[in-house]
Structure formats: C-alpha cells, structure tokens
C-alpha cells in the first residue's frame, strides 16, 4: 500500500487522497494485486534472480504488459531485482536520487520491496511517495522528480516502456529539501577514515570513536534497549598500516545525522578532534546526503555561454578603502573584455567605506551594459557577511535587487550557512565558496581535517558551485598533492553528485595557466586576482593575456 510523506512531516495513506495530490503531477497510481501461487511467492521472496526465472516471473504478470500495449502502446517490458548485495548499486541508485526527468514515461509495477519517488509540487513543496508490492505508478514525461531507496534496499519491479531511449535521466539540478526525506530511506552508512601517526594504537582508538561519537556510553540503566542502542552505533570496519602510521575506517549510521554538514561533522570528528593526534582523511557519504549545487559546472558554462575553455574570474583591489563608485569605475575598466565574473575580495564586509548593497547597486548598471554588448551573462559575487541571520537577509535582498551571484567565506559561517544559502529558493544564483580559515583545519599533518574534505567533498555536498583554494604555483604554501585532490574531489566521480569548478587562486599569473590546463583539463575557474587590477599594466590587457595563455586568443 502506498504512502504519500509531505513536507511537513505528516503522512497520506489513503488511496484517494494521495491520488488528490498526485493528480496536478500526472502521476497516475494504481493498486494491482502480485501473483499469490507458491511458485510465485518463492521466486518474490528470494534475494536475487537469473536471468530465467527474472522470464518465469514476468510471464506470471504478461496479462498487465499485453493490457497496456493494447492501452497505450508499450512496446517492451523488463523486471529490475536490486538488492543490498547487488555489485554497483550505489552507483546505480546515485543516477537517479537527483532531481531529473525522463523523455518518456517512467512506469512501475512493483511486485516486492519498496522504493521511494520524490516530487515536487506546483508551489514548489516537496514530497515522497513510497510505493510497495502491488503498486504500479507512471511518472509522466517531463514531471521532474527523484528516486531513493530504503534501509533494506529490496525491490522487483517490472519495467514498462515505449521506447527505452527516452528513459535516460535529464538532471534539472532543483534542490532537494532534507525534510522530505525521512531517516528509514537512507540506504548506506556514512564511512570516515582516520589516519594515526606513529605511537597511536590505532584499533583502539578507532573503537573510541565508534562508541563515543554516538552513544557516548551505555549502562546497566539501558538494559533491554540493546537493539534500539545497537542501531546507532559507528562500526570499526578496518585498521591497516599506512606508512610509519595507521588508517582506520569507521562506519556510521547516517540516521545519526540530520542529513547535513554541520551533523555529520559533529558525529564523525566533533569531540574527538580534541582528544589528540589524528586526522579526517576521506568521508564516504551515501548518495543523497548533502545540499546540491543549483549550477555546478555544466549549469555555470550554460549560464555564461562558455564552453572549451576555463572561465576568467577577477576581484576588486584593492580590497579595503574603495567606494561603490571606485568598484563601479573598477568595472568599466573590463567591461569590453570577455572576463566571466568578479567577485568582492573575502575581507570586504558590509563597511560604511562601500556598504554592501550599494557597492551592488553601483555596479549593477554596468553589468547590465556587459550583458547587452555581448549578449551573454556576467557575474558579480557580492561577499555576504554578518550574523546568521543578517546575511541571509542580505543575500535575499541582492538577490531580489537582481544579483547574480554570492560570495561566502564558508568556513567562517559555517558549511550549514552554505547548504542554507543553496537551498533558499528566494536566492537561487551561484555560490563561490571562500577558503578563508582552511589552514586552520587542515595544515598540522597530523591534526585537523584533510584539505580534499575541507575545500573539496565538503564543499561539494555544501552546496558550492564554485570552490575557491590555493594553486601549488601561487603565493601561498600549497603542495601538488594537496591541490590534485581537491580538484578531483569537486570534480571526480561522486555517487552522480554535480560536478563544480575548482577556482585556483592566490598568486595566479598568465604564465602558470598553460600548467594548470594541462594537468587538470579546462574545467577550472581562473581566479586571476589581484593580476588583472595590480598588474601594472591596463586591466583590458592583463585579460587578454589570460585569454592568450588559455589559448583562446591567437
């Protein structure tokens, strides 16, 4: 029997009332009784099927498939077995848990198990609706929505089609809100690996955390809640040798957390980051966990009409003492060129100097002249700084005054500030995410948290479309190590995660592009920096000689 979870936490179980709320979607649900024979009850019941008896099970259902051909034209048919065993299935389940749609219709009929089809309303609220054994469903073409599984990853399901080509997944990139998934379709631990340096004993620190950044202790006043206490206690999964040190792995349920960085942290690292010498290196976070980027980088380079090469970003420099006038005046100076985006420098707060507000309307007339001489879009990052509260209020109001991009020095404000920023629907434009304060967490080796989490997955999973950090060429100490694995953490293979710009920075001189094109491709963010404003020659020139070195100008 279906069940239909709405935002707000409350649960539809009555057939009519969630076809109600289906309806405005096209989401047709219906209820088909499954084969009751003992033959068709043991093939249900197993965990996994071959290839004929998968046939034999269809064959027990070829009524419904030959009522449809002659209903609406199905021309094939095929039944689907996942299970928790099952090789690759998280990569599998990752193609769809994001917000997408499909050039024809998605068409269910669940013989066992269950699964978890998102949507979205038509005033924007989200919901989930769990379809099990003898529910069939068809999403129609276009209807955006998403779909996850449960803790107990079970499910056959026949499979209907028109044509199989238009069932390939089309990402829209809409933001899921973590209030419409509920903890129990959260299919996969958490795993954060530790490493040790020498003189640690290392299993025995890595049962410290399983038991103390979850349950903290357990005793004799507990007794009969062994299986309720056993469900949210971390598990050692191994402890090896690395070097002259130790790498332990540690699995957590995600349930502990709330499905965002701030929880997740505290579970994995938070107390214990004080209790000595040991370092986060890896987190492996289930498919769904996190704020999606709205952009990313195929969303930015269709926003920016810019494919094949880097993007060209510059900042305002000075970074203190200038008015909104002095930006504005700043601006014109490349308003010619084909520069992508400027951002505020991360010192700039909210100043009397140049107020952030005005600083944005100062420039905005001058965006919009970039916009119509080329006929493509601009960006300006305002930075957005002050308390919690008065940031958000901020963004929103730059936003609803029509700009087009944020800038957030996210460490600062936290990783929470970034997934709220990127989740708001009154904001809705790119987030360039700052490193300010990174060094803190992640430059001691044998303390703190590895920079391929800090600027990379973390920022990612934030809500970052653009990832600001040092390039190994720059100004700042940054080594060839430390920045391949940021790029490829933001760029890399992540459970289909979007994909988002590493923007290298700090020092960034036209003659070190062609290096880092070479070793990272094109999908980088150039932040040139204080090289296009301070670099002793007009600013118009110091950007051709960016674009020259990215060999877009001969």
């Known amino acids: 029997m279906a069940e239909l979870r709405l935002q707000d936490g409350s649960r539809i179980t009555d057939a009519g009332r969630i076809a109600e709320r289906l ?87 669940v013989l066992a198990g269950a699964g978890y089809f998102g949507f979205v309303g038509a005033g924007g609220e989200q919901m989930l609706l769990k379809v099990e054994a003898g529910d069939y469903i068809n999403v129609p073409a276009r209807a955006e929505h998403w779909f996850v599984m449960g803790d107990a990853p079970r499910i056959k399901a026949v499979r209907y089609f028109t044509d199989k080509a238009g069932w390939v997944p089309v990402y829209t990139h809409y933001p899921r809100r973590p209030g419409v998934t509920a903890a129990d379709t959260t299919a996969s631990p958490v795993i954060a690996t530790y490493r040790f340096p020498p003189g640690v004993d290392a299993a025995r620190q890595a049962e410290v955390i399983a038991v103390g950044q979850t349950l903290g202790s357990a005793d004799a006043h507990f007794a009969g809640r062994e299986q309720a206490l056993a469900a949210c206690r971390a598990q050692v999964l191994e402890v090896r040798a690395d070097g002259d040190g130790a790498l332990a792995s540690v699995a957590f349920p995600a349930a502990n957390t709330e499905g965002d960085i701030g929880t997740l942290l505290t579970m994995v690292f938070g107390k214990y980051s004080l209790a000595g010498p040991a370092r986060l290196v890896d987190l492996r976070l289930p498919a769904d966990f996190g704020t999606r980027p709205r952009f990313g980088i195929d969303g930015l380079r ?69 916009r119509d001489r080329r006929g493509r879009d601009f960006l300006y990052a305002v930075n957005v700084t002050g308390r919690a509260d008065a940031l958000i209020a901020t963004a929103r109001r730059l936003v609803a005054q029509g700009a087009n991009a944020l800038l957030l020095n996210v460490l600062v404000y936290g990783y929470p500030m970034l997934e709220a920023l990127a989740a708001d629907p009154e904001i809705g434009v790119p987030i360039l995410a700052h490193p300010a304060l990174a060094g803190a967490l992640a430059l001691a080796p044998d303390y703190g948290i590895d920079y391929r989490l800090v600027l990379g997955r973390l920022m990612r999973r934030a809500g970052a479309d653009i990832v600001l950090h040092p390039a190994r060429f720059g100004s700042l100490p940054f080594s060839a190590a430390d920045e391949a694995r940021v790029i490829a953490a933001l760029t890399g293979d992540d459970s289909g995660w979007p994909r988002v710009f590493p923007g290298p920075s700090a020092g960034i001189k036209p003659a070190i592009v062609p290096a880092l094109l070479a070793d990272y491709g094109r999908d980088l963010v150039i932040n040139a920096g204080s090289a296009i404003f301070d670099a002793g020659r007009p600013p118009k020139a110091a950007v051709e000689a960016f674009l020259e070195a990215m060999e877009v100008r001969s």
Not at 66 to 76: I, K, N, T
Not at 330 to 352: F, M, S, W, Y
């Open 302 to 370: 269709a926003r920016l009409s810019v494919v094949g090469r880097p993007l060209l970003m510059a900042i305002f420099k000075p970074a203190l003492g200038l008015t909104a006038a002095d930006h504005a005046a700043l601006l014109r100076t490349v308003a010619d060129t084909e520069l992508d985006l400027i951002k505020d420098d991360e010192i700039l707060g909210n100043l009397a100097q140049a107020p952030t507000l005005e600083r944005f309307r100062a420039c905005r007339p001058v965006i919009e002249a970039i």
């Open 23 to 109: 309806a405005p979607l096209g989401v047709a649900l219906r209820q088909w009784p499954v084969p009751e024979s003992a033959r068709a009850r043991a093939l249900l019941a197993a965990q996994a099927l071959a290839d004929p008896e998968k046939e034999e099970l269809l064959g027990l259902v070829e009524h419904r498939f030959q009522a449809l051909r002659a209903e609406a034209g199905y021309q094939a048919r095929d039944l689907v077995v996942l299970h928790e065993d099952l090789p690759g299935l998280a990569e599998a389940l990752a193609k769809f848990s994001g917000m997408h749609y499909h050039d024809d219709d998605e068409v269910r009929y």
